[in-house]
């Protein structure tokens, strides 16, 4: 069902009720997790008639409550549908804001999360001739491996990156002219930044598309400017996922900046965090999901923290640029619903930050210092220049400028030395709490 493209909302739906009724033929009975949880709600598989009653009567699943029961039964937890033995997948979330969720795959859920990454490199034009560089270090994280595993299925050559600096990558992305690259945002400007430092020009690169998720830069237009700058002929591809959930977004073909949730894999809400009320078409708020084909360790109803603007309602019977009807969230993952601050009254997100640094140019690097010791809310940026820069002190005047525009707040400024501010390979962690 993954590969489907639907023909209108109400195939979408039709589909997506079928595919519930089985999951949950299936987990109920099996899954203590939900089972007990379910149960206390009075809902069983019987007693489901329609999507909107099951988002009505099925209360929402949490990161917490998740990590709960896996420190009350451990090592997994209780969401396991069938006997341990039979699963042959355990990875693990990163853990930047508490104690790592461990998951567990079984051969058919597995097989299900290959389907909707074939999803993302089919959309991002990956073909079997296609070279692919995975320009990361592999680890316990389910999207490094699911990523690599799709593209081995369509028969693409996989060039996994691993155990290599980034001057090695670079070589090797030029020597094996790969065709694709997948890695974060951040690294793939590092990437370029170090290419520049070495001499190495990426001009003779035959990287056509970059394939990029982990942060929201792949749908800040500035950053993805910045990166086809940099990266001569490519093309940015963003996408998103959660080791929770497996790969749940890919790029609209025809709008940049526009991820489609993959509607036939997940059922899709998104709700006011604070009221948890759904939210109209055009507002942001957080994504909730439904596993449908997860079985082994599925999810139902599950607040992601990611926040998110479904595009407006479009005319009835009206689809997307790109042919689609699956629901379009325009800017991609915004942020997190506990990344945004309030400083002095206005609701500043990590990508805002993001977005006015890369439209300035001339930045490397920067990094955002959160102060909590007084009553509000401080912010301070530090900005390193990058090698063209022949004007610091007058960098740091027009960000500090760019930032007092576009947030209506002023925010200090000041540089760093050259090669000071740390560089990612992950996730980037640019935000520091003092």
């Known amino acids: 069902m993954s590969n489907s493209v639907f023909h209108n909302r109400a195939a979408i739906l039709s589909a997506q009720f079928l595919q519930l009724d089985e999951l949950l033929g299936e987990v109920l009975p099996a899954n203590p997790f939900y089972s007990r949880k379910l149960g206390g709600a009075g809902v069983n598989a019987d007693t489901l008639r329609s999507l909107d009653e099951f988002r009505q009567r099925v209360p929402f699943t949490t990161k917490d409550e998740l990590s709960a029961d896996q420190v009350a039964n451990p090592p997994y937890g209780s969401d396991l549908t069938y006997p341990v033995y039979t699963y042959t997948r355990c990875h693990q979330t990163t853990g930047t804001k508490g104690k790592p969720l461990r998951w567990l795959d079984d051969a058919r ?21 296609d ?101 001569p002929g490519a093309r940015v591809h963003d996408h998103h996922g959660l080791t929770e959930t497996g790969p749940v977004t890919f790029e609209c073909p025809e709008r940049p900046c526009v991820l489609h949730v993959n509607e036939s894999a997940y059922i899709t809400e998104v709700i006011d965090p604070a009221t948890a009320a759904p939210v109209e078409r055009g507002q942001m ?131 760093a030395a050259p090669g000071s501010l740390p560089r990612f390979e992950m996730k980037a962690a640019r935000w520091v709490e003092e």
């Open 285 to 415: 708020g957080e994504l909730v999901l439904t596993t449908l084909g997860r079985r082994g360790s599925p999810l139902l109803r599950y607040r992601t923290g990611d926040l998110v603007r479904p595009s407006p309602n479009p005319a009835p019977g009206a689809h997307c640029a790109c042919g689609r009807y699956d629901l379009a969230l325009e800017g991609g993952i915004l942020g997190r619903v506990d990344d945004m601050l309030v400083v002095r009254g206005v609701n500043v997100f990590p990508s805002a930050i993001e977005e006015v640094l890369r439209q300035i140019g001339g930045v490397a690097e920067y990094r955002v210092r959160v102060n909590r010791s007084q009553p509000l809310v401080e912010l301070a940026v530090e900005v390193e220049p990058d090698a063209g820069c022949l004007d610091t002190p007058g960098l740091v005047r027009r960000v500090e400028r760019a930032l007092e525009s576009a947030l209506t707040l002023r925010v200090p400024v000041k540089a």
């Open 109 to 129: 859920s597995w097989n299900w999360m290959l389907d909707n990454w074939e999803v993302v490199h089919r959309t991002a034009g990956t073909s079997h001739a």
């Open 131 to 231: 070279t692919v560089f995975f320009a990361f270090s592999f680890g316990p994280f389910l999207g490094f491996w699911t990523a690599f595993e799709s593209a081995l299925r369509l028969g693409c050559l996989c060039l996994p990156g691993g155990g290599m600096n980034s001057i090695a990558r670079l070589r090797a992305i030029l020597d094996q002219a790969v065709t694709v690259l997948c890695c974060t945002p951040s690294y793939a400007l590092h990437l370029a930044e170090v290419a520049r430092r070495e001499g190495i020009s990426l001009r003779y690169s035959k990287v056509h598309t970059l394939c990029v998720a982990g942060e929201p830069g792949g749908s800040i237009l500035a950053t993805r400017h910045r990166l086809e700058e940099l990266w």
